[in-house]
């Protein structure tokens, strides 16, 4: 098995039929375990817990993290995919735990990652009867029964969840909690490079509270997190967890050799426009990884494509060899949560070979020993690539990973400059729990769970005590003495969502000639238009359901099988109406704006596509509801000269907008403390009359992002001027003026051509028109 | 609309203005508008406390007087058996919502005493003393006898206990004439409600009474303003469904010793 995959992957390069494809691969060299104990050595207890899993010693990171523990230092852990992080944090928790009567919660960031982690859990306590019985641990979460709930809140000594069940339906309930509450000695943290953006804040403010509410009942746990590899883990983690964090990120797993490769489908015509459909390509890769016997795992940027290429390897697979069809699946949100637990186990158990996934898999569910990674399409950001392809490549054995690239322009440029791509740290993962928006939503929910004292700005910051006067002014809550209590009979967290999104979902039934409609999935309120409008190929499984149906007031997408060779895909009209004008500004060379703005997106219609092919087949009109957000937007207008003055130069003013919007979009989250998910940004010139670009907060009502732009403008041009003039690529790259925003995420990255990487220059010289730069 | 105003007080907090300057001024606690009473000191805070005795207490009701039935006071215990109440102590508790969320307010009724007690928190802060206050009365009692109490009034006063790190013992033996009543009326009328049975009983007048919906919202008013004259009226609304118990738990008495024929009943259906 050892020497199998370099020959696999020497015979694919040497195969007529993949000629040409592979462009560059970058040797990842082995790496030899270091070993390191903790100085007091585990007790007995543990030392035979971990014997009967396998495990006689300890990794230099596992015996660093356990040392921080014992020592009540909050730490992160930074080591890779498959180092054994869990232990880092299971080791010192069960020690405490067995010695007296603490508590540990632990935090993921999915339902899915605290299913995973507890079946983990569940091996190492079972090793001992005595140990399982005396320390009681559960998933405690949406799916938890109510005499389950009960149980663990009674009895419970480690409890899995997530922030979003801590933040609804623990800490409102704390009295209930409090015998778990007055014991906790740890806090883990899970994954936390998750907690990025507004989203992170919202933890952030939710770990204070918890924070405040384990004070409260006499306990100051400790802070055990993790994180894949990120520029800033420090930062990110001592922000969340609100104090100092020690860092343990020398990673003493050992390591296979492992080769990433780049691999560039041809082109389809002699003229070198048109490439071969990436998912095939994966496809076929995928196939003969599996025919080769190597355990593959295949992320792809949509759901349809993971189904997409599924569907395709199971044809394949049936023509060619039909034993292995049944030993591939596909994962992906939507799936029913059953559904999901039995793929992720046959996958740890071997029984599957080969999966498809969306990036639901790239956080650490644990996957088994797989040895390759193929990525179809660049996932977006390089820490993403990295945790991607991190997921083969398990102990001392070979690994290989494969991005296969897109013919769009982000996709082709890492083909064509590899370096660019393994010379990279991966990105910064922001976030401000301060954010005065965020920090109101929370300081509701802490006043609602304990009055809020001045004192507390210890924890949640200066903004504190104005913020609670707000609330008193507007009867929120009530001074009495020196605190404020909650004074509405309203439960602040139920209308605090964490999450981007709204936790709306619909539900999708299939009706069947015979007997009850049966639910089959669900997708959120969001994605629905763009996945399940009438007469939608919905695929589920590999397999074509025809949306009937959707109902936007029951929340149902009626479906029903039928075999067809085509998938469908929705054209997406969005647009941007500016509200009023709430301050205006001006630059040298043009004028500012912060504005209200309404952006809405509607499904008007989907194109029908053949199977394997990348041409549409037909399309429908469709008439449904727009989905509307009503937000807050910056606006940067250059001045009447700037047409001319670019024209000059051969350039135009839009691609130095579509430039200048791309490196805002990098910078403006650096200033704003925010993820570049949070924001929107469009060029368009129908609310002005002439092109202007816009960055708009993707949440109701705005969350201050685009604000912190406005007002900070003069300081936000600079940055972008710096990274595209400190940018070493000469045209512009995905990291300066190129990434744009995300594609629709429902959309088959293989029809999408993606926007041209915008001309560099053009954004250079409108920045110098705008007077932050010289000319 | 008011959230919106909010929405734009934190966006100028955002760009680093509009800190309050002032206050308005909070009117000071009246207790004039509350039933007479007193301030208690405990180590836990003050509370407000409205005490008198039974008799005091029921004089001048429009209802039927309060007779009470001959000792043993029997009820129905598991599996049929009678067991005796001695020493009972009746409770109810006017809250703001569910647990997560302050009680204000606790009656109870000592018949050994004769005394009728009305703990009150004056403001949120005083939530604690009237907790511990309650729970050590209930503690000391022979018997708790409440309405629905088992699901609702004991659990949510243990977990306001909890909330505010107090001990609490368990309690006494609790008769919870929901039970009660449904065991002894089956079929007798549309459904266990107190106000239902209420009337049932000959307890029809509630003048003046404040609909229960409303008494949260009523709190956090009185509490944000300092005072609200209708707070007098759910301290009534209160005594009347504490003296409730006293008199449904009579009559289930009484009906126990006719074997099981419950007389005394009016309007039942």
């Given amino acids: 098995m050892t020497s199998k995959l370099s020959e696999v992957l020497e015979e694919i390069r040497h195969d007529r039929r993949f000629a040409g494809r592979i462009v560059h691969v970058e040797e990842i060299p082995a790496r030899a375990a270091v070993y390191a104990e903790p100085e007091i050595p585990l007790r007995n207890l543990i030392r035979r817990a971990l014997a009967s899993i396998g495990i006689e010693r300890l990794y230099a990171h596992q015996g660093e993290a356990i040392e921080a523990a014992r020592a009540g230092k909050n730490v992160v852990i930074v080591t890779g995919t498959a180092s054994g992080k869990t232990l880092c944090y299971n080791i010192p928790v069960l020690e405490s735990l067995a010695e007296g009567a603490g508590t540990a919660l632990y935090l993921f960031p999915t339902k899915a990652l605290a299913q995973d982690q507890l079946r983990g859990l569940t091996r190492l306590l079972e090793t001992d009867p005595s140990f399982a019985e005396a320390i009681p641990a559960g998933t405690y979460d949406g799916d938890t029964s109510r005499y389950g709930r009960r149980k663990l809140r009674d009895r419970g000594r480690i409890i899995l969840s997530n922030p979003d069940m801590l933040h609804a339906g623990i800490l409102p309930n704390h009295p209930a909690w409090s015998r778990f509450f007055s014991l906790l000695r740890f806090v883990v943290l899970d994954e936390i490079h998750a907690y990025r953006g507004i989203f992170g804040s919202n933890v952030g403010n939710v770990i204070r509270r918890l924070r405040r509410i384990a004070r409260h009942y006499g306990s100051d746990p400790v802070f055990l997190c993790s994180s894949a590899t990120i520029a800033n883990p420090r930062e990110l983690a001592s922000r969340l967890v609100g104090g100092e964090v020690v860092v343990v990120d020398r990673d003493g797993s050992p390591r296979g050799p492992k080769r990433f490769v780049l691999w560039n489908p041809p082109f389809l015509d002699p003229n070198g426009v048109e490439r071969r459909s990436s998912n095939v390509e994966g496809k076929d890769l995928l196939v003969r990884l599996v025919r080769e016997g190597v355990p593959t795992i295949l992320f792809a940027r949509a759901r349809i494509t993971a189904e997409l290429v599924y569907r395709y390897a199971r044809e394949d697979l049936e023509r060619r060899a039909r034993r292995l069809a049944g030993r591939i699946a596909v994962y992906r949100g939507g799936y029913l949560p059953e559904e999901r637990r039995e793929i992720e186990r046959r996958l740890f158990s071997g029984d599957l070979l080969a999966v498809s996934s969306t990036n639901a898999l790239e956080l650490g569910i644990d996957v088994g020993s797989l040895g390759a990674s193929i990525l179809v399409g660049f996932p977006g950001t390089i820490a993403s690539t990295w945790q991607q392809a991190g997921r083969a490549g398990r102990t001392e054995e070979e690994a290989l990973a494969v991005l296969v690239a897109y013919n769009d322009p982000i996709d082709q440029y890492l083909i064509r400059h590899p370096g660019y791509f393994f010379g990279r740290t991966p990105e910064q993962a922001t976030i401000d729990p301060e954010n005065p928006y965020v920090l109101e939503r929370h300081l509701r929910c802490a006043a609602h769970e304990l009055p809020l004292a001045a004192d507390d700005a210890a924890l949640f910051g200066d903004l504190l005590e104005p913020i609670a006067e707000a609330l008193e002014d507007f009867g929120k809550v009530t001074r009495v003495e020196d605190r404020w209590f909650w004074a509405l009979t309203d439960y602040p967290a139920a209308e605090i969502s964490l999450r981007n999104m709204s936790d709306a979902t619909f539900t999708i039934l299939e009706k069947t000639d015979e007997g009850e409609p049966r639910t089959i999935g669900n997708v959120d309120a969001i994605s629905a238009p763009e996945l399940l409008y009438p007469e939608a190929i919905y695929l589920h499984e590999g397999e074509t359901y025809f949306v009937r149906d959707l109902d936007f007031e029951q929340r149902v997408a009626t479906v029903e099988r039928k075999e067809v060779d085509y998938y469908t895909q929705a054209i997406v009209d969005s647009t941007i109406r500016l509200g009023k004008v709430r301050e205006k500004g001006s630059l040298r060379g043009g004028e500012t704006l912060l504005a209200e703005a309404t952006v809405t997106w509607m499904t008007t219609g989907f194109k029908k596509i053949k199977f394997y092919g990348l041409d549409s087949i037909g399309w429908g009109k469709l008439a449904l509801p727009p989905q509307e957000l009503e937000t807050v937007a910056l606006g940067i207008v250059p001045g009447p000269d700037a047409a001319d003055r670019l024209g000059r130069f051969g350039l135009r003013v839009v691609e130095g907008l579509a430039g200048l919007r791309n490196l805002l979009l990098v910078v403006l989250p650096l200033h704003a403390m925010c993820d570049p998910s949070n924001l929107g940004g469009v060029v368009e010139s129908s609310n002005l009359g002439s092109p202007a670009l816009f960055i708009y907060d993707r949440f109701p009502k705005g969350l201050g992002l685009s604000e912190r732009g406005f007002a900070t403008l003069g300081t936000v041009l600079a940055a972008a001027r710096e990274l595209a003039e400190g940018c070493p690529c000469a045209e512009g790259c995905p990291s300066c003026v190129g990434q744009p925003r995300p594609p629709l995420l429902h959309h088959d990255p293989d029809l999408l051509q993606g926007d041209p990487i915008p001309n560099k220059e053009a954004a250079l010289r409108l920045l110098a028109i705008f007077g932050s730069a010289p000319e | ?269």
């Fill in chain 2, 1 to 269: 609309m008011r959230d919106e105003a909010l929405h734009d007080r934190i966006a100028r907090l955002a760009r680093g203005g509009a800190r309050r300057t002032e206050r308005a001024p909070r009117t000071e606690r009246a207790e004039c508008i509350l039933p007479p009473g007193r301030e208690v000191r405990t180590a836990h805070g003050t509370f407000y406390l409205a005490e008198r005795s039974l008799q005091d207490a029921i004089r001048g009701e429009k209802n039927a007087p309060l007779r009470f039935p001959k000792k043993p006071w029997n009820i129905a215990g598991g599996k049929g058996d009678l067991r005796e109440v001695e020493r009972p102590l009746f409770f109810d508790l006017e809250t703001t919502g569910f647990a997560s969320c302050p009680l204000f307010l606790a009656g109870t009724i000592d018949l050994a005493e004769g005394i009728v007690r009305q703990r009150f928190a004056r403001d949120y802060a005083e939530e604690k003393a009237v907790v511990a206050a309650a729970a050590e009365e209930i503690a000391g009692a022979g018997t708790l006898v409440s309405f629905n109490g088992k699901s609702y009034d004991l659990p949510f006063l243990r977990s306001r206990a909890a909330r505010h790190r107090l001990p609490f013992g368990s309690p006494p033996p609790h008769v919870d004439l929901l039970h009660q009543c449904r065991r002894a009326w089956r079929g007798r009328f549309p459904d266990f409600r107190l106000q239902t049975l209420e009337k049932a009983v000959g307890r029809a007048d509630r003048t003046g009474d404040v609909p229960s919906a409303e008494i949260p919202e009523l709190y956090h008013d009185f509490v944000r303003r300092g005072r609200d004259p209708r707070m007098a009226a759910v301290f009534k609304h209160n005594l009347e469904d504490v003296l409730t118990l006293v008199r449904l738990f009579f009559l289930l008495v009484e009906g126990e010793k006719k074997g099981g024929e419950s007389s005394g009943l009016q309007g039942g259906r």
